[in-house]
């Protein structure tokens, strides 16, 4: 098995990678330069650093990925970027920047994997989306618009592939506890959600894909309350927006 892993220097691309490589696979991971990432290495492992929004680098990773493992029965796309600001205030041009790597990024790997797919007849595209692809929150506007925009490209595609022996699975995590925060293009949570302690941890988000991927599930939510926390929005938006206001 060879999965191709996007955002992988760290958090849950960095799980799923160690996930994968225990039950035997070979995997090929994108991320960010820095030192303890280009420094790995081995043979079951091909290491890719650079920026996901590049195409030529894109190209290269796919490449370079066939030419050493021949092929691709799973790609992660996990490569994600946050952005605090209200919708009266964000910064429109971060807001292009965080759609490249979230969005744009993530539907041209796809594209470039899918043919490698189809002339198998078989493989399987996982896309992180979240809880905030369903459920808006004002602090976040920007990175709740790129996973909404996530979540109708996974469905989608995954209607368009089926029939063609490629599968199509989504996943939706709460907050995951990772440097995400620290790592956003600007802003910073408030203070209320920042307290938030009601995580699950990279490892929890791999072990539920590969649960998913075993099980044939359409949707994965980690942990099992953010179904029920999503949903809310369709059931009862007034009880949302109150429990919205009172984080922000």
Excluded at 23 to 35: F, I, K, M, T, W
Excluded at 96 to 114: E, G, H, M, P, Y
Excluded at 139 to 145: F, H, I, K, L
Excluded at 186 to 203: E, H, L, M, N
């Amino acid at each position: 098995m060879v999965v191709l892993i996007t955002g992988a220097s760290e958090g849950i691309g960095a799980a799923c990678a160690r996930h994968f490589q225990k039950e035997g696979a070979q995997v090929s991971l994108l991320g960010l330069p820095s030192p303890s990432f280009q420094d790995r290495g081995a043979d079951d492992m091909l290491v890719s650093a650079g920026d996901i929004t590049d195409d030529a680098f894109r190209r290269a990773v796919v490449q370079n990925t066939m030419d050493r493992f021949g092929r691709i029965d799973i790609l992660i796309n996990n490569a994600a970027v946050g952005l605090y600001a209200p919708p009266s205030l964000v910064d429109v041009a971060l807001a292009k920047r965080l759609f490249d790597v979230n969005v744009f990024s993530l539907l041209a790997l796809t594209q470039l994997v899918i043919p490698h797919m189809r002339a198998r007849r078989g493989g399987t595209i996982v896309n992180l989306g979240s809880v905030g692809g369903r459920v808006s929150l004002p602090w976040s506007v920007m990175y709740c618009a790129s996973k909404f925009a996530v979540h109708a490209v996974n469905d989608s595609l995954r209607r368009e592939l089926k029939g063609e022996g490629i599968r199509v699975m989504k996943v939706c995590p709460g907050i995951v506890d990772t440097r995400f925060r620290q790592n956003v293009l600007a802003g910073k949570a408030p203070a209320p959600v920042a307290d938030i302690r009601r995580v699950v941890s990279p490892d929890q988000v791999a072990r539920a894909i590969r649960k998913g991927l075993k099980t044939g599930a359409q949707t994965v939510y980690v942990p099992a309350l953010a179904r029920a926390f999503m949903a809310l929005e369709s059931i009862s938006p007034r009880i949302m927006d109150w429990y919205v206001r009172r984080q922000w």
